[in-house]
């Protein structure tokens, strides 16, 4: 502990340099409109950025890219909270919650809501990237395919949580999703299905299937029913947009919950945000007395996944800068940036490089704060740009998403998909079909099948394995806990409600 305080105090004697932190508030804002941007990401930004640091002092460059990485995890929630435009996979559950919000007039509460949370959740992750970094890379370990296995399914019980009013139509969606995410070449064998043309080689591409889903399907919608956006009338004061005292209380428990749960996910190699956000959007859901308001602008169902989707970058970073293992595409960039400094990534990295790693650390940190500041200073500025162009919204989101998917691989068929999607998109929506299980089964089925393969593979076939391996035995018995109370809450649930009847009809 005492270790850790003295690297993170050299390393903000490092970072405090006028030098630096215009570096770090450069690369946060550029991260922020990255993030903003349909079609672009973490993994683009630190690419667009990594050219420009090559003539920076290590430490400067790792604060610039780290800077980039933290704003695009800011930036995502702006264009899903205001036009129901996902950037990127983590920011669907932020369009979920916040685009109705936005409807009711309330897409400053909305924003300010998402940074606080993510600031929340960011500094969360940096508290345990300072100080248990080494404790949870050896649990993290322990993770093998058997054990992602039972985590892959785990994510896809929440399948059942994440439905609207019918279960029915929730299980239809996710097994669409499933036969979208077979397409393309098989992980573990190389085997090509379903590829119609060499464009589907890899796959549907998922970005543009999501701003066909959200943003094109949304275009729809509002073009045949003429959706007006309650905005009211034109504010700069920051008291419209802070959360009131009794908001903030209502979000502090999802915050800190989504916290975790980001921190955990995102430890683990391959999850990422996306699982994040999900996992902890059906924790609050489950956990919520008000369920019936989540899918309608319920504020605990934006915090928690905003939170576990910033705390999954520190997460990410843990096993990067401990193992050499990158935990999500953002951080698979920058290990490679890493080598390109001279540094070598691994469990030698904070012996041999330890003054530049806690450097980037303290960056992370200061990034963090700096980032609250300007998104909520640039709320208003946000609200009203949408106010302003309301008239012409549906047309910037249908260009956005244009631009957005050829730039994906600069062709025309991500185009194709993503407007095929946009069709599919506005059906749904036209049929009360839930787009979230679709969307999980799509990320979520194609890992659950190489996992499970790999776990075949060490077994030789014997399903034993998983039970056999105690962390993999452990994911299984909460999730079938989870099974068993969620059945006997529902039927006590009944129970209730037939009581509440019964009285209600003797007091007639």
């Known amino acids: 502990m005492l270790e850790a305080l003295h690297g993170l105090s050299s390393g903000m004697v490092d970072v405090f340099t006028t030098y630096n932190m215009l570096v770090i508030l450069a690369g946060s804002l550029f991260g922020t409109i990255v993030?903003?941007?349909p079609g672009l990401g973490p993994s683009a930004g630190i690419a667009l950025m990594l050219p420009l640091s090559f003539g920076m002092p290590v430490s400067s460059?790792?604060?610039?890219?780290?800077?980039?990485?933290?704003?695009?995890?800011?930036?995502?929630?702006?264009?899903s909270i205001l036009i129901n435009t996902p950037g990127d996979a983590p920011a669907i559950i932020t369009a979920l919650e916040g685009y109705p919000l936005t409807k009711n007039g309330r897409a400053g509460i909305a924003l300010g809501i998402s940074a606080f949370s993510s600031f929340i959740g960011g500094f969360f992750g940096l508290a345990v990237l300072v100080f248990f970094s080494p404790i949870v890379t050896r649990l993290a370990i322990n993770f093998g395919a058997p054990e992602y296995f039972m985590l892959m399914i785990m994510g896809l019980s929440?399948?059942?949580?994440?439905?609207?009013?019918?279960?029915l139509k929730s299980i239809m969606a996710a097994l669409f999703g499933i036969v979208v995410g077979c397409f393309g070449s098989d992980y573990v064998s190389g085997t090509v299905r379903f590829a119609f043309t060499p464009e589907l080689i890899e796959g549907v591409d998922f970005v543009a299937m999501i701003m066909g889903l959200y943003g094109i399907g949304e275009v729809l919608i509002n073009v045949e029913g003429a959706v007006r956006i309650k905005l009211g009338k034109p504010t700069f004061k920051l008291n419209d947009f802070i959360p009131s005292r009794r908001e903030m209380k209502e979000i502090a428990n999802p915050t800190l919950r989504g916290s975790i749960i980001g921190t955990l996910v995102g430890i683990l190699p391959g999850a990422?945000?996306?699982?994040?956000?999900?996992?902890?959007?059906?924790?609050?859901?489950k956990l919520s007395k008000k369920p019936e308001e989540f899918g309608h602008g319920a504020i605990a169902g934006l915090a928690s996944p905003e939170a576990a989707n910033n705390s999954s970058v520190p997460g990410a970073l843990i096993p990067l800068i401990t193992l050499g293992i990158p935990g999500s595409g953002g951080t698979a960039i920058m290990l490679g940036a890493l080598i390109m400094y001279g540094l070598q990534p691994g469990p030698l990295l904070m012996i041999q490089s330890g003054e530049v790693v806690w450097t980037m650390i303290a960056g992370l940190i200061i990034g963090n704060f700096m980032l609250l500041a300007s998104n909520?200073?640039?709320i208003p500025i946000f609200v009203n740009i949408i106010r302003v162009v309301q008239r012409y919204?549906?047309?910037?989101?249908?260009?956005?998403?244009?631009?957005?998917?050829?730039?994906?691989?600069?062709?025309?068929?991500?185009?194709?998909?993503?407007?095929?999607?946009?069709?599919?998109?506005?059906?749904m929506k036209k049929l009360?079909?839930?787009?979230a299980p679709l969307i999980l089964s799509v990320v979520l089925a194609p890992l659950t099948e190489n996992y499970f393969r790999q776990a075949m593979m060490l077994s030789q076939g014997h399903y034993s394995i998983f039970v056999t391996r105690p962390v993999s035995l452990g994911i299984l018995l909460v999730l079938l806990g989870?099974?068993?109370?969620?059945?006997?809450?529902k039927k006590l649930g009944n129970k209730l409600k037939k009581q509440q009847k019964a009285v209600d009809l003797n007091e007639e």
């Open 393 to 427: 919204l549906s047309a910037i989101v249908a260009i956005l998403c244009v631009v957005g998917a050829y730039s994906l691989s600069y062709g025309e068929f991500d185009i194709y998909v993503m407007l095929l999607f946009g069709v599919i998109g506005y059906i």
């Open 432 to 435: 009360n079909y839930p787009t």
């Open 272 to 285: 990422g945000g996306t699982i994040a956000t999900f996992l902890s959007y059906a924790t609050e859901k």
């Open 376 to 378: 909520v200073l640039l």
């Open 35 to 37: 993030g903003a941007l």
């Open 61 to 79: 460059a790792l604060c610039l890219i780290s800077g980039v990485y933290m704003g695009t995890m800011y930036g995502g929630r702006i264009t």
């Open 482 to 489: 989870v099974v068993v109370l969620s059945m006997f809450s």
């Open 158 to 167: 929440t399948i059942v949580l994440l439905a609207g009013d019918s279960v």
